[in-house]
């Protein structure tokens, strides 16, 4: 079965410093790779994706990720974090069946930015 | 560019009554989705649309969950009637259409508290 896996819970870090949010993933054939943010009582808000090309992939608010297809990982990063960064991050892979496009997310994992 | 709308926001009531939740998605987006999201977890997919028809429902509890989309445009999702486990945040997402490309937005989604 297709899934992805954030490892962390929680990811405490200070403002200023660089983050790194963690996401492994298990498909066959081709990964496509979401991440998205969710703010308290708020929907999911799209960050960046991956579908092919570069391995780093620039996204929304200063965010990145580094798709890493030997480790099977897709971890998100910020060279400097901002307090208004503590959210709830999601990782989604896409899984394709004859619908063809829905999305598996995994645990989440809460970025707390400390000023 | 308007985003994807859900009402109610909030949603409280007992046991076996019945509740309907209502997604307009982004203008011009042919797929929607249904999430359920249960407190501490990543969103799940419940029914899917391809305009007006439904291309996967297999994760959709049927014997009390149902979901239309009869114009392509809006839906309705119901449960009825509702159990304790519902207890859940709804997302409704939409995308432009089922292509591996195509992005997913969601919108505020529906917290539903059963007593």
């Known amino acids: 079965a297709q899934s992805v896996a954030q490892p962390e819970d929680q990811v405490n870090v200070a403002e200023g410093n660089p983050l790194t949010v963690k996401c492994t993933y298990s498909?066959?054939?081709?990964?496509?790779l979401f991440w998205y943010v969710q703010y308290p009582n708020r929907g999911l808000q799209f960050l960046l994706k991956y579908i092919t090309g570069d391995n780093l992939v620039k996204g929304s608010y200063g965010f990145e990720a580094e798709f890493n297809k030997s480790q099977t990982s897709f971890h998100l990063k910020k060279p400097s974090a901002l307090v208004s960064d503590s959210a709830l991050y999601f990782c989604a892979v896409r899984v394709f069946n004859n619908a063809g496009n829905m999305l598996t997310f995994g645990g989440g994992t809460r970025l707390m930015v400390k000023p | 560019e308007a985003g994807v709308a859900q009402s109610p926001r909030y949603k409280i009531i007992e046991k076996r009554q019945s509740v309907a939740f209502w997604c307009n998605p982004i203008?011009?987006?042919?797929?929607l989705y249904w999430y359920q999201q249960i407190l501490g977890q990543g969103p799940k997919l419940l029914i899917q649309f391809q305009n007006n028809g439904v291309v996967d429902d297999s994760q959709l509890p049927k014997d009390r969950f149902s979901a239309e989309r009869l114009k392509g445009v809006d839906s309705t999702l119901k449960i009825q009637p509702a159990k304790l486990e519902d207890s859940a945040v709804y997302l409704c997402?939409?995308?432009?259409?089922?292509?591996?490309?195509?992005?997913?937005?969601f919108g505020p989604g529906t917290r539903l508290t059963v007593l």
């Open positions: 203008s011009g987006h042919a797929t």
């Open positions: 498909v066959s054939g081709n990964p496509y």
């Open positions: 997402a939409s995308s432009l259409d089922r292509a591996r490309t195509d992005t997913q937005y």
